[in-house]
């Protein structure tokens, strides 16, 4: 994890509680380095983590993981992990020619056979993989997916998508008391209709938003980006306030640097 990311999150409410939904955001940059920032503090912090790996393969994350100080194969192995490699999981029922089989039926990838087929497998997936904990092992549970763009470009439906959100969090944030982290990309200016609802969709149900994009200014080597942390009150009996605090960030080989924007050595 990023030290001053983990600082600036947890001096708000919204960083240290449970049963919340985080909301990833890139807008022509990379976000990934938010991904591996809360895949390895949920495991620095001993919570059992089921991560949909649906954009890179399992090797990658684990590189960059050590880099963080975490070995996810050592996580795999004590029962904290469960990650599913997307890339070789998608590949199965894709070459199984047998219509009715066991393969295809226990898939949690099933519905590339069938494009009406519903994220139900995917659901019980997620489900059995955070159900099936000893509630004196592990704090909370909690689900990583990176990234839920992937799925639209797999041909399944913003419908689809978005009750998948709606069960995870049913299951994971209202019944189980865990968090989810899902990042998704924001396509708003290439006119994504479908991607559109689903990241509007997604901030509306979402505790904390962060918001990765390029700066405006154009590329600079010593600022990559500007990151929005938008914190949300989703409370009924309590009137919503939005709170936005504005960082810019530099990225390291081992870490992630973030400054108040003008502060930057490269402008003073």
């Known amino acids: 994890m990023f030290p001053q990311l983990s600082h600036i999150l947890t001096a708000s409410a919204a960083g240290r ?19 591996h920032h809360f895949l390895s503090f949920y495991l620095k912090g001993d919570c059992k983590v089921c991560f949909l790996g649906l954009q890179q393969s399992f090797n990658h994350y684990n590189l960059v993981a050590q880099k963080l100080g975490v070995n996810l194969s050592a996580a795999k ?54 159900t099936e904990t000893s509630e004196t092992t592990w704090k909370f549970p909690v689900l990583i997916i990176d990234d839920l763009s ?27 008391q865990g968090n989810i982290v899902v990042l998704v990309h924001d396509t708003e200016e290439l006119g994504d209709e479908e991607n559109d609802v689903v990241v509007k969709s997604l901030c509306y149900v979402s505790h904390l938003i962060l918001h990765a994009e390029a700066l405006a200014t154009g590329h600079c080597k010593d600022i990559h980006g500007q990151l929005k942390i938008t914190h949300r009150t989703l409370s009924p009996t309590k009137a919503e306030r939005n ?18 924007r003008g502060t930057s050595s490269a402008v003073l």
């Open 17 to 35: 509680q449970q049963g919340i939904g985080i909301l990833l955001c890139d807008k022509q940059t990379d976000g990934g380095f938010l991904v």
């Open 77 to 130: 192995e004590k029962g904290q992990l469960v990650f599913f490699e997307g890339l070789r999981a998608a590949l199965e029922p894709l070459l199984d020619d047998k219509p009715d089989s066991t393969l295809q039926a226990s898939s949690p990838l099933q519905f590339l056979s069938s494009p009406t087929a519903s994220l139900r497998s995917l659901y019980e997936f997620v489900c059995t993989s955070l």
């Open 150 to 176: 992937v799925l639209l470009s797999l041909g399944v439906s913003t419908e689809n998508i978005l009750n998948f959100m709606h069960y995870c969090r049913a299951t994971l944030c209202s019944k189980l």
């Open 243 to 260: 709170v936005t605090d504005i960082f810019q960030y530099k990225i390291q080989d081992k870490n992630v640097a973030f400054f108040a």
